[in-house]
């Protein structure tokens, strides 16, 4: 086990929470594929892990606005030329999640890097919410 503490599914952990089961479906030409998540926490930030197989550096967006951070990638499955696919289980073109950030989570500082498919993300936390040792004086 590393030195993050896990927090998996905990609705509320220091300011991040899922935001699909409290948002209608988007209309659009293609389902989107929700990406399986991991979240852990430190003392000092919340971490995502994002499963987006298919996803590179140049089709993954990862945008912030208002208390909502969402990540989008396109999904580049390339089949060699003069192949037809005669079955296919994933139909969608794409990834996409939102999450709603809480008061806890520097909006400034969020950090992304993808590789080999996995998407990480780290959300630090603002002061007032880190943890930290305080020092007891002798009388």
Do not use: H
């Amino acid at each position: 086990m590393s030195n993050r503490e896990t927090t998996l599914r905990r609705e509320g952990n220091q300011g991040l929470q899922t935001a699909e089961d409290r948002q209608p479906p988007l209309a659009s030409d293609s389902v989107d594929l929700l990406p399986a998540v991991d979240i852990f926490e430190d003392s000092d930030a919340v971490y995502v892990l994002a499963d987006m197989p298919g996803v590179t550096r140049e089709s993954l967006g990862v945008e912030v606005a208002d208390q909502m951070l969402e990540i989008q990638g396109d999904i580049d499955l390339p089949i060699p030329e003069g192949v037809t696919a005669t079955f296919a289980e994933v139909r969608a073109s794409r990834y996409r999640r939102r999450f709603s950030l809480g008061q806890a989570v520097d909006r400034d500082g969020i950090e992304a890097s993808i590789r080999d498919g996995v998407l990480e993300l780290r959300l630090p936390k603002t002061d007032p919410y880190r943890r930290r040792r305080i020092e007891v004086q002798a009388a």
